[in-house]
């Protein structure tokens, strides 16, 4: 019985080691008033990168509490994008040869545009 339940645990241990690393993730850089938002509304600028650094150019999908959306990156990986105030969740696809990033919730303000790096790292294909 031990030895199943040994197995069992090298087995559920392997499995939980293919999520995504921890540098794959997103940083808030600043949030400051930005008065060319309408009443009800707050701002993100987007910057985003791959694992190497190389700034990303291609359409991004985006959810935002669930809404989606596509952002295009100009040419140095930056892209606006405007929500309404309020706790956000937010949800970045670049394609399938990256992991998702999915944010916790940022709490935002009226008038404010917050700032986040994103890093998309290579996901894993495991073949059994």
């Known amino acids: 019985m031990k030895h ?3 197995t069992f645990i090298c ?3 392997a499995l939980c080691s293919f999520t995504a690393p921890d540098d794959a993730v997103y ?3 600043k949030s400051k008033r930005d008065r060319s938002l309408e009443n009800d509304k707050t701002g993100f600028n987007f910057h985003f990168e791959d694992s190497h650094g190389k700034v990303i ?3 991004i999908r985006i959810t935002c509490n669930g809404q989606g959306d596509w952002v295009e990156p100009d ?3 930056d892209a ?3 929500t309404k105030a309020g706790p956000c ?3 970045f696809f670049y394609n399938k040869h990256h992991y998702t990033i999915k944010t916790d919730t940022i709490f935002t303000v009226t008038g404010y545009r917050t ?3 994103l890093k998309f790292q290579p996901s894993v294909a495991i073949s059994w």
């Open 89 to 91: 969740v937010l949800t």
């Open 80 to 82: 606006p994008y405007i």
């Open 11 to 13: 087995l559920l241990l």
């Open 115 to 117: 700032s986040i790096e």
């Open 27 to 29: 940083k808030l850089i």
């Open 75 to 77: 040419k140095n990986g």
């Open 57 to 59: 150019q291609n359409e």
């Open 4 to 6: 199943i339940l040994y």
